[in-house]
Structure formats: structure tokens, C-alpha cells
């Protein structure tokens, strides 16, 4: 069987390289998967063909994630892939605005065409006057992939590290040192620390997650740093916080124009992830997750359903997504008892109001046996979407 992937953006070969001759890219009209980065599906018609779209990076606000589900199209993101390249960068400006480097830099350019520059940078530099991190306080908001690392690397400067996140997974904290301080109250961190960086999703809940009460909790001077999500900031509360002296320095890796005005933000053009070896590791990771599903039906890091892995052993598999309501295993399981097919092995989770079931069955399908099945199962209340995937081997 040959599948046909629809790239947007640019995606890296290194990722391309693992489609293999099974895989067209770009070839037709009628993609059965979708490979991006950062272009907007919102409000653009997915082709009814389309099972899976995946983003080569984390953020998803690109994605129509709820339309996606409700046609039974499995979103993957990359969770990690491009953590060491925002680490690295998050550790550089939290130098860089301790030193003021910033400004410094941005003063000496101004020199350009003056005579005497060495006698005016020698009587100027004081202005610059900056402080070690070793010693310094770093609060860190989000121990997932990113924080953790940026937590842990903190720690190789000298710094003290509190970190604030009651959701961390137990693969992430079996690698967070037991040098960083956990604390069970954003307001502890907050209020203690010198410099704070934020590494958490955006959502509902979070949005404007560091308000007028946040700002109101930390030390005077502290230095912010966010390259998680423009959002996740009340930019009515920082202008406050800035004008206030609360926070010396805002560095954002999200423009805005109402941020743009105010005095000591540093503003990067959105390049926590754009190193070529992270684009790399996005696109590599993108690309096997939609093999993976595509070919076995397993599904690792979607957002939108769980993580579903079953060896492929049975001469056939059925991949359902369905409502998660009473009942409908034993529907299916019923459908295929009375058609004579006969389960080797199943696997059900859910995610919220979705569920996805895999169903192995001993029995080799036709073309028009599998269509048949396929139509029967999608009559069944409360499913969204059908497969069947035959195991090559058999």
C-alpha cells in the first residue's frame, strides 16, 4: 500500500529520508496525512482522506484540534524534540539580561561614525554594570521536557533552583536532580527568586496564567523569562510590573505590538526552536509517529487520544476512534462474532470525551471483506472513524 503525505513549511530531509518507497510526498490530491510546522489549518477545509496530521514541534495552536477529533484525524506534536534548542536559548538570555547585554550591545552600535570610541566606551561601560548568576535564585514554572532540562543545566551555573509544577510525569522526574527544590505554591517561588522562566502549555487554564496577583507576589527587579506562549502573560499586569520596578526585565520569545512600548523587554523573533539540529529532530520524530500509525496503528504523543501500543502479530487489525460511551466494545465485539471473525488480541483507551480500540483478528481480509466491515463498524453509534490494516507479513 502507498500512502500520500501533504507537507506545508519546509520540513527537513532528515525527517523526509524515513518515508520510504510506501510513502508519496506531494504526489495527489487526496493526502492520508498531513507533515507541518508552523502553517495555519484553522479555517482551511482537512481533506476527507486525511487520518493523521503531525506538527514537527510542540506548540499546536496552528491545529484545529477539536474539528480534527470530531473527523476522526489523530494530531501528533513532538514533545522534546526541540527541548535542547529553547534550553539553550533560555539559558542565554537569562545571561545575557543579567549582564545587560542587551542594552550594551544595542548602545555600542550607536557609536558607528564617532571619533574617540575607545575613551567613550571605557567611560561609559559602567552604565552597563551587570550582576553574576552564580549564587542567584532560578524559579522555574513547567517541569516538562524543556524546564526540566533548563532546571537541571541551571544547576551547572551555581544557581539555586526552585521549580513549581504539580503535574510533572514520572518519566520527567526520574531526570530532574534532587537539587532542584520542588514547591507545592506558585506563590513560594515566585516571591524567593531572581529569575523566573515559565515552560508550560498554553490553554485555558493558563492563559494569563501570570497576572496582576503573580506579578504582585515576586521580588522587586526580577527578571522574567518566557518562551513558552506570548499568552500565558496579562500584558496589562507586566506594563505595571514594569513601570512599578517588579520586573527589571521581560525577555519574550513571542513579538507583540502592546509589548513593544514598554521599557526593558527583549523581544526574539520566535527562535526558541529554530536550530537545525532541532528541525532536524522534530521532523525525524514527526515522520515516525505517522509511520508508526499509519502502518501499524499504534499512536504515541497525539494530543488529541492516548498513547495505544500493541505489537502487530495477527494477519489483520482494526483501528477504531470512537466516542467514549458505554457499550461499545461489546458492540464491536458482537459485529465480529456475527461476521465469524474471531479477536486475537485488544487494546481500548480513552482521553477525555474520545477513545481509540485496537482489535486484532485471526482472519486474512479481502479487499471487499474489509470494506464491508470497515461500513459496518461506522454505523455503530458513537464512531468516528474505521481501519483496517493488513499485516504484510501474513
Known amino acids: 500500500m502507498t500512502y500520500q503525505i501533504q507537507t506545508y513549511n519546509k520540513i527537513a530531509d532528515a525527517g523526509l529520508k524515513l518515508l520510504d518507497e510506501q510513502y508519496e510526498i506531494n504526489a495527489?490530491?487526496?493526502?492520508?496525512?498531513?507533515?507541518?510546522?508552523?502553517?495555519?489549518?484553522?479555517?482551511?477545509?482537512?481533506?476527507?482522506?486525511?487520518?493523521?496530521?503531525?506538527?514537527?514541534?510542540?506548540?499546536?495552536?496552528?491545529?484545529?484540534?477539536?474539528?480534527?477529533?470530531?473527523?476522526?484525524?489523530?494530531?501528533?506534536?513532538?514533545?522534546?524534540?526541540?527541548?535542547?534548542?529553547?534550553?539553550?536559548?533560555?539559558?542565554?538570555?537569562?545571561?545575557?539580561?543579567?549582564?545587560?547585554?542587551?542594552?550594551?550591545?544595542?548602545?555600542?552600535?550607536?557609536?558607528?561614525?564617532?571619533?574617540d570610541i575607545s575613551e567613550k566606551v571605557e567611560a561609559n561601560k559602567k552604565a552597563f554594570i551587570g550582576h553574576e548568576v552564580a549564587g542567584k535564585k532560578l524559579g522555574v514554572i513547567g517541569l516538562g521536557n524543556i524546564g526540566s532540562v533548563v532546571a537541571n543545566d541551571a544547576l551547572a551555573l551555581d544557581m539555586e533552583v526552585m521549580a513549581y509544577d504539580p503535574f510533572v510525569s514520572v518519566d520527567v522526574a526520574w531526570t530532574i536532580s534532587r537539587s532542584v527544590k520542588r514547591v507545592h505554591q506558585?506563590?513560594?517561588?515566585?516571591?524567593?527568586c531572581d529569575f523566573i522562566t515559565i515552560h508550560v502549555p498554553l490553554s485555558p487554564k493558563t492563559t494569563g496564567i501570570i497576572d496582576e496577583k503573580a506579578f504582585k507576589a515576586m521580588k522587586k527587579g526580577i527578571h522574567f523569562i518566557n518562551f513558552a506562549r506570548g499568552?500565558?502573560?496579562?500584558?496589562a499586569a507586566l506594563k505595571a510590573a514594569l513601570q512599578d520596578g517588579t520586573v527589571g526585565k521581560y525577555i519574550t520569545d513571542f513579538p507583540s505590538d502592546d509589548i513593544f512600548g514598554m521599557d526593558n523587554v527583549v523581544a526574539?523573533?520566535?527562535?526558541?526552536?529554530?536550530?537545525?539540529?532541532?528541525?532536524?529532530?522534530?521532523?525525524?520524530?514527526?515522520?515516525?509517529?505517522?509511520?508508526?500509525?499509519?502502518e501499524t496503528g499504534n499512536i504515541k504523543n497525539a494530543v488529541n487520544l492516548p498513547n495505544v501500543s500493541l505489537p502487530?502479530?495477527?494477519?489483520?487489525?482494526?483501528?477504531?476512534?470512537?466516542?467514549?460511551?458505554?457499550?461499545?466494545?461489546?458492540?464491536?465485539?458482537?459485529?465480529?462474532?456475527?461476521?465469524?471473525?474471531?479477536?486475537?488480541?485488544?487494546?481500548?483507551?480513552?482521553?477525555?470525551?474520545?477513545?481509540?480500540?485496537?482489535?486484532?483478528?485471526?482472519?486474512?481480509?479481502?479487499?471487499?471483506?474489509a470494506t464491508d466491515i470497515m461500513n459496518r463498524l461506522q454505523k455503530i453509534e458513537g464512531v468516528i472513524r474505521a481501519r483496517h490494516i493488513a499485516n504484510g507479513w501474513h
Open 312 to 369: 502487530l502479530t495477527s494477519p489483520g487489525r482494526l483501528t477504531i476512534m470512537h466516542r467514549n460511551i458505554p457499550n461499545m466494545l461489546g458492540q464491536f465485539s458482537q459485529l465480529l462474532a456475527e461476521r465469524n471473525f474471531n479477536i486475537a488480541d485488544m487494546l481500548n483507551r480513552s482521553r477525555g470525551e474520545f477513545a481509540y480500540t485496537l482489535i486484532d483478528i485471526d482472519n486474512k481480509l479481502n479487499n471487499e471483506e
Open 268 to 294: 526574539t523573533p520566535h527562535l526558541g526552536a529554530s536550530t537545525t539540529e532541532s528541525e532536524e529532530n522534530c521532523a525525524i520524530m514527526a515522520a515516525r509517529q505517522l509511520k508508526n500509525y499509519l
Open 231 to 235: 499568552e500565558l502573560v496579562d500584558h
Open 28 to 115: 495527489g490530491n487526496d493526502p492520508d496525512a498531513l507533515l507541518l510546522r508552523s502553517h495555519k489549518l484553522h479555517g482551511q477545509p482537512i481533506p476527507e482522506t486525511v487520518q493523521a496530521i503531525a506538527r514537527a514541534g510542540a506548540g499546536t495552536n496552528n491545529i484545529p484540534i477539536d474539528q480534527c477529533s470530531e473527523q476522526g484525524v489523530v494530531v501528533f506534536n513532538t514533545p522534546g524534540a526541540n527541548a535542547n534548542a529553547v534550553k539553550e536559548l533560555v539559558i542565554s538570555c537569562l545571561i545575557a539580561s543579567s549582564r545587560n547585554l542587551f542594552r550594551a550591545v544595542q548602545w555600542t552600535h550607536s557609536l558607528k561614525g564617532e571619533t
Open 186 to 192: 506558585l506563590e513560594e517561588l515566585l516571591s524567593q
